[in-house]
């Protein structure tokens, strides 16, 4: 079941959304679509209240950690509450967090109230795949891969996709391939892409990327990078069969735009829900 994915990004200690491309480039050079006034934990506590699984807090860069755990602490909060008022329909959200995450700080986001934590450069020290680091967050989280989240953001180059880190600067050699998905599998809960030469842009989704990844992927997948309107849900779900979420930034309402309404795709989620049910 295709879902609507939440998100929220911090740079330099503020809610922000960015285009994905300039984000390693000069401050001077940094693209920079919605800067919000509203703390992170204002957007945590409206994606609990709107029942949001998954939402994921990405870290740009440094400055950032106190203002995530101000997000978990917050969906953390209203947790309790609605434990508290005995919520009828026992809803069990999760949130998770990533940037920077690595083997030796990998347990303290999860102790932060994270309950995944999401990792990309961590993983391609030398700009180099790295079974060992993989190992080594993983052994960090007592090897309970429900607890972990890798994040393959990716570029384009000769019509093929590659994982770039390094705020999307680095391109690695490793490509998304089946063959590196299926390796990847086995360690980790769901995947998190990120199509970084669309990020930010709406200009419309990856639709091949999208494709190829409802097709390698055996496990949850979340595509984020151009979605711009209502019907890029549908088409995800249709490109997908269902298989793939889809996370909506700079054309949100929320965060400012004028390409989609947060409620509409609280209520894309329920009317998917109930279409399952």
């Known amino acids: 079941m295709t879902r609507f994915r939440p998100c929220i990004d911090l740079h330099n200690g503020d809610v922000k959304q960015i285009v994905g491309g300039t984000l390693g480039t000069s401050e001077a050079e940094l693209k920079t679509n919605f800067t919000s006034t509203k703390p992170s934990a204002h957007y ?7 029942h949001l699984s998954g939402a994921h807090i990405i870290m740009l860069g440094p400055n950032n950690d106190k203002t995530a755990k101000d997000a978990l602490a917050a969906w ?22 990533g940037g920077g995450i690595k083997e030796s700080n990998a347990r303290q986001w999860i102790e932060y109230g994270a309950d995944k934590v999401i990792i990309t450069s961590a993983l391609f020290p030398e700009n180099e795949f790295s079974m060992e680091r993989l190992e080594a967050i993983l052994q960090a989280l007592d090897n309970d891969k429900n607890k972990l989240v890798i994040d393959l953001s990716c570029r ?30 086995p360690y980790c809960s769901e995947f998190l892409i990120h199509a970084a030469d669309v990020e930010g ?9 999208v ?6 992927c ?17 088409m995800v779900k249709n ?18 735009g004028s390409g989609v309404k947060f409620e509409d795709c609280v209520r894309w989620n329920e ?3 109930k279409a399952v049910a």
């Open 76 to 97: 953390r909060k209203e947790e309790k509450q609605a434990q508290a008022e005995g919520a009828k329909d026992k809803w069990k959200g999760e949130i998770q967090v």
């Open 211 to 216: 494709s190829k990844l409802a097709e390698w």
């Open 156 to 185: 384009r180059k000769d019509d093929k996709w590659f994982v770039a880190t390094n705020k999307w600067q680095s391109i690695t050699d490793f490509e998304l391939t089946q063959e590196s998905i299926s390796l990847l599998e």
């Open 218 to 234: 055996s496990i949850p997948v979340t595509y984020a990078g151009g979605g711009r309107s209502l019907e890029d849900l549908e």
């Open 44 to 50: 945590a506590e409206l994606y609990h209240k709107y």
């Open 239 to 256: 490109l997908s069969a269902g298989k793939v979420d889809l996370t909506i930034g700079s054309a949100l309402d929320i965060f400012g």
């Open 201 to 209: 842009l709406q200009r419309g989704i990856d639709h091949e990327l």
């Open 271 to 273: 009317e998917q829900e």
